[in-house]
């Protein structure tokens, strides 16, 4: 089956600083999706991606399919960043969403 | 606010109990499910619900039992479990229209979990 990784596994960075994660998969897909959990364990959708660049506020990712990754950039992090950033993509045969292991993100003040 | 709603938030139970997660959802989509998130581990997809159907079952084990009711509840049963069952499970709903390709009206949205304690 589809392999999702993400990298790295943790992230511990000082408030201001910025950060990439990396999400690899193993084939092609026709859907991705990045999202943050809280430390609560709410998980909150932050981008449908399947391809190219989108931005929301401090937060964007680029989607390149066509060499099975995804990137997603956090600028002039704040503590709230913190938690756990998954990538999930999709598999076409059964629309079941694929999971990555996560990247931990803790922001110090 | 996700307009997804769990409880309890919080559960701990013998092996030999009984109990049910509820999940409720005010966004007016057709698909629900359920997943498990161990620690250290991708979350598991355990059921999927498509207009009161289940459509998928990931080899979950008996002791876990699911109820759709309706597009806006759904249900785990739990009885008999293992200490192993420990974990968070997150509910999440979507719009998903059977026999489409996937696309942004499927973005899941998840509730805030209940965090499972067997004892």
């Known amino acids: 089956g589809i392999q999702v990784e993400q990298s790295p596994p943790d992230l511990i960075l000082q408030e201001g600083a910025n950060s990439t994660l990396r999400c690899n998969f193993s084939?092609?897909?026709?859907?991705l999706q990045w999202f943050h959990q809280n430390p609560w364990g709410q998980l909150i959708n932050l981008f449908y991606?399947?391809?190219?660049?989108k931005q929301n506020g401090r937060l964007s990712a680029t989607t390149v399919a066509t060499e099975r990754y995804s990137l997603l950039y956090i600028s002039s992090s704040q503590t709230t960043d913190s938690g756990v950033y998954f990538c999930a993509v999709v598999m076409d045969s059964n629309y079941q969403l694929i999971w990555g292991a996560g990247t931990k993100l803790i922001i110090k003040p | 606010e996700t307009g997804v709603t769990q409880t309890p938030r919080h559960l701990v139970m013998g092996m030999t109990n009984k109990k049910s997660l509820k999940c409720e959802q005010h966004l007016g989509h057709n698909a629900m499910y359920w997943y498990k998130q161990s620690a250290k581990k991708p979350l598991e997809l355990m059921f999927v619900y498509n207009f009161k159907e289940q459509t998928e079952n990931n080899s979950v084990p008996s002791r876990f039992s699911p109820e759709c009711p309706n597009s806006s509840h759904l249900f785990l049963h739990l009885h008999t479990l293992q200490p192993e069952d420990s974990a968070l499970y997150l509910c999440?709903?979507?719009?998903?229209?059977?026999?489409?390709?996937?696309?942004?009206?499927?973005?899941?949205?998840f509730g805030p979990g209940t965090r499972l304690t067997v004892l």
């Open positions: 991606i399947p391809s190219g660049t």
């Open positions: 999440a709903s979507s719009h998903r229209t059977s026999g489409d390709r996937w696309g942004d009206t499927d973005t899941q949205y």
């Open positions: 084939d092609s897909v026709n859907n």
